[in-house]
């Protein structure tokens, strides 16, 4: 029989020379392809979008800036296991050349422009993790088959001087949006490659207008027929004219006698060029999935609503990249049997250009026995205090049933008995005994 999940090669229907089964020739061919501006989508063009480059970074510095720990399980809840070798691979170093901050940057901004994110976990013969290794994700291959009744994937990566196939279980594998066969991705340079190229196309076109003085290109007629010589000569004279009136800032432009001079194309004006430079980071917030006030656009912006989109970058921007991250990295370097380690990201970094919001933070924990003030002050990297280690919670606070039902009316003490009244030891005497 055959191979279900066995992959063959496959080449371009538009260029069957091309092999799309080959990492390299598989992206050269996809930046080859034309948009709707005739130009080609690459990366470092895609970059040059200020917009594009600063939602790469935002999110890739944000998430590289959150610290990562490493916690066990316990009896009595977790605890970051500083011990394990392990927490200094993913807290500090991950390899020999890159620090974590590093490495998660690299990792994150893979995931956005390529869709996917890859690295090789290097382990000993004692099944110990010495390192983590980026892979550039462009020069893998999965091959993926049926081995008796379970599906085995590796992975092969391209080499100059040839390849080498990595266990699944040595490779974390992060993907953005995975096609339907939950092989390949979506790599979302290419597939938003025309809304980039508009982008870069205005990009281009503004810094043409600029560059030749803010003059559209212009049509030279004249009122009878003269010779190609003429006209180049003519045609030169007005664009060195049109040069040195850009120099010396002159609006003043002489036309040769008998001669008319028009623009051509579009008018900046009337192109929108202003409003379609907006509409490019409102293109590329919908690409990046990121608020535009993150992009430094505050056209629209209000102190609410701005702190509003800040908590939304945190939530529906972050939070999935993060849940991505964490969740592979615990699926491949502890296995699936494990029970007592894993990996976070503390999502309360966030928080600390904000000390308003932080001690009124750490002030509700340490009141509701979420915290201690010893684990107050330890988040900011205090000291820890004698009495500090114990749990408070506020007095008032009773059981909601207790709440609810009525309060018995207090029985009024029974009244003291009178004292007898003290005998009378005076006698009565005449008044003419005196």
């Given amino acids: 029989m055959f191979n279900l999940f066995a992959r063959n090669e496959t080449r371009s229907l538009e260029d069957p020379t091309v092999s799309l089964s080959d990492p390299e020739a598989y992206n050269e061919f996809f930046s080859r392809l034309p948009t709707i501006t005739g130009d080609s989508v690459t990366e470092e063009k895609a970059l040059g979008v200020t917009s594009i480059w600063q939602a790469v970074n935002v999110i890739a510095g944000t998430i590289a800036a959150l610290p990562f720990h490493l916690y066990k399980r316990t009896d009595d809840g977790a605890e970051k296991d500083t011990r394990n070798p392990l927490y200094y691979l993913i807290h500090d170093r991950p390899n020999d050349y890159q620090t974590s901050s590093a490495f998660l940057r690299w990792l994150v901004s893979r995931l956005l422009l390529k869709g996917r994110a890859t690295a090789l976990i290097s382990r000993n013969k004692a099944n110990r993790v010495l390192s983590i290794m980026p892979l550039d994700p462009s020069k893998l291959t999965i091959e993926q088959r049926l081995a008796g009744d379970q599906i085995k994937r590796t992975y092969v990566y391209e080499l100059k001087s040839g390849s080498v196939t990595y266990d699944a279980a040595n490779v974390i594998d992060i993907v953005t949006l995975p096609t339907s066969d939950a092989i390949g991705h979506y790599d979302p340079i ?7 190229a508009l982008m870069v196309a205005c990009q281009q076109y503004a810094g043409k207008l600029f560059a030749s003085g803010g003059v559209p290109p212009l049509m030279l007629t004249t009122p009878g027929a003269i010779s190609p010589a003429a006209s180049e000569r003519a045609s030169n004279d007005i ?14 432009l002489v036309v040769p006698t008998g001669h008319d001079l028009k623009a051509v194309g579009l008018d900046p004006s009337k192109s929108q060029l202003i409003e379609l430079r907006k509409f490019m980071i409102s293109e590329t917030s919908r690409i990046f999935n990121v608020a535009p006030a993150i992009l430094h ?25 993060i849940e991505a991250i964490e969740q592979e990295f615990n699926a491949k370097l502890f296995g699936p049997r494990n029970a007592t380690g894993y990996v976070e990201f503390s999502m309360s970094g966030l928080l600390r250009g904000d000390f308003a919001a932080r001690m009124e933070g750490l002030q509700k924990a340490v009141n509701s026995a979420l915290m201690t003030p010893n684990e107050a002050r330890a988040y900011e990297n205090l000291p820890p205090m004698d ?16 709440a609810a039902a009525p309060k018995p009316e207090p029985t009024p003490p029974a009244p003291e008995p009178e004292p007898d ?14």
């Fill in 190 to 196: 290419h597939s938003n490659r025309d809304a980039i």
């Fill in 239 to 252: 664009a060195k004219a049109v040069r040195a009136s850009a120099r010396d800032k002159s609006n003043v």
């Fill in 297 to 321: 656009d505050l056209t629209n912006g209000t102190y609410s609503n701005v702190e509003q989109q800040n908590l939304s970058f945190a939530q529906q921007t972050l939070h999935p990249i």
């Fill in 387 to 402: 009495g500090g280690d114990r749990l408070y919670i506020q007095g008032a606070t009773i059981p909601l049933e207790d």
């Fill in 421 to 434: 009244p003290e005998p009378d030891t005076t006698t009565d005497q005449p008044e003419d005994a005196a």
